[in-house]
């Protein structure tokens, strides 16, 4: 026992629950809350960028305190010799930004590191060490859980820091660029400027499995940076990741194997996660925000609530699942996504948001498959164990 019983206890302190416990540090100071990680550092993760028109009421104000890059001039999209520049501001964010803010905002003691989660129940997270802190809510963001019940695929990036010998003149963050050759496989680059000699240059690849050809990432960096003229960067760090890419599946028994009652499941772990694009910040901060405005609710009935909430998430999101099954199935390559990238800013915006609308739907569906090609769904593999990467 750790002597002291919390208001609150948030096992995990990824993106998810390093919000969370923000949101309730600045909503709610008077509660007592715990933050548990098993790394040596909490608010650890990939490196995340989002859009202001992303974030929910309240989301830009939660956020305010971080230290992180903004771009106003946009982002741009590539696919071949085609480029797109679309408007609105990007902000970028470190994870040792987060983890910075957390240490800064946090009261002393309302983070533990190294302290790996055996169990949960309501009332209580149990240490591996068998120590149990003892909490009147207890709030699941442990990560995605692998099940059979959800297929699909795995996104696999991995990303290099570097530091540029002359400014690199990029006007604007590139968060897609298929323009190296593809050969039909489901693979882009992005590109984060995060100074005018520093950028964060990530391969992405769309595979069956969980184990990543990191080689070949490699390779198409060290490509992708001596086309553009920067071989003589310095590497200051490197970064990976992997996350799931979620074409159906039966979403409520994934949900059901998962519950522990009086438990709140929130982050990837509670589905608040998109077929694609994984877990974004806007997604975190509403659920983050939500807790907080509830955070009187006892432990059952706010688990139900945010659980309400997850069943909702997964419906919206049901055009991006099938646009996930067209990239899989497709035999075309990022055709599918390029196609969403030629409609209008308003759809693309929506897009972004999660929030299309029946007509977008349609829009997309009637949009021509270019060369002919016949657009397929594949439903992809069950996301079931399998070894780390």
């Known amino acids: 026992m750790t002597g ?118 309501a009332g209580a997270a149990v240490l591996d060490s068998g120590e149990r802190i003892a909490a009147r809510t207890v709030i699941d963001c442990r990560g995605f859980a692998q099940g059979e019940h959800l297929s699909g695929a795995w996104h696999h990036s991995l990303g290099r820091h570097l530091r540029l010998p002359a400014p690199h003149g990029l006007p604007c963050p590139i968060t897609i660029d298929a323009s190296l050759e593809q050969g039909g496989s489901l693979r882009f680059l992005s590109v984060l400027p995060l100074g005018a000699g520093e950028l964060l240059v990530t391969d992405h690849a769309l595979l069956p499995g969980p184990r990543p050809d990191r080689r070949l990432a490699s ?30 599946g039966d979403y409520p028994a994934w949900q059901a194997g998962l519950a522990l009652p009086g438990v709140v499941r929130a982050g990837s772990r509670g589905g608040f996660l998109r077929p694609l694009a994984g877990q974004e910040m806007g997604i975190a901060a509403a659920v983050a925000l939500r807790i907080a405005a509830e955070a009187d609710l006892p432990g ?28 899989l199935g497709s035999g075309a390559g990022l055709a599918p996504l390029a196609r969403l990238y030629e409609q209008g800013e308003s759809l693309i915006r ?20 270019r060369g002919g090609r016949r657009a397929r769904l594949a439903t992809g593999a069950p996301l079931g164990d399998s070894a780390p990467q």
């Open 219 to 248: 390779r198409r960096i060290d490509a992708y940076c001596a086309a553009r003229g920067w071989q003589e960067a310095a590497l200051l760090g490197h970064e990976t990741g992997r996350r799931p890419v979620i074409t159906g």
């Open 300 to 327: 059952e009935q706010l688990a139900a609530l945010i659980a309400g909430e997850a069943r909702r998430h997964w419906a919206a999101n049901a055009p991006e699942r099938r646009l996930a099954g067209l990239l």
């Open 4 to 121: 002291l019983r919390h208001d609150i206890a948030i096992a995990g302190a990824g993106l998810a629950g390093s919000l969370i416990a923000l949101a309730l540090r600045r909503m709610r100071p008077d509660l007592s809350v715990i933050l548990v990680e098993a790394a040596e550092e909490a608010g650890q993760g990939e490196t995340w960028h989002w859009l202001d028109h992303q974030l929910p009421d309240g989301g830009d104000l939660l956020l305010s305190t971080l230290r992180k890059t903004s771009w106003d001039s946009g982002h741009e999209v590539r696919f071949g010799q085609a480029a797109r520049r679309l408007p609105g501001t990007c902000h970028i964010l470190f994870p040792r930004d987060l983890a910075a803010a957390l240490r800064r905002e946090l009261p002393p003691g309302a983070i533990r590191c190294n302290a790996r989660v055996a169990a949960l129940e």
């Open 350 to 369: 929506r897009y972004d948001c999660g929030t299309l609308t029946r007509a977008d739907r349609l829009r997309l569906a009637c949009a021509a498959p």
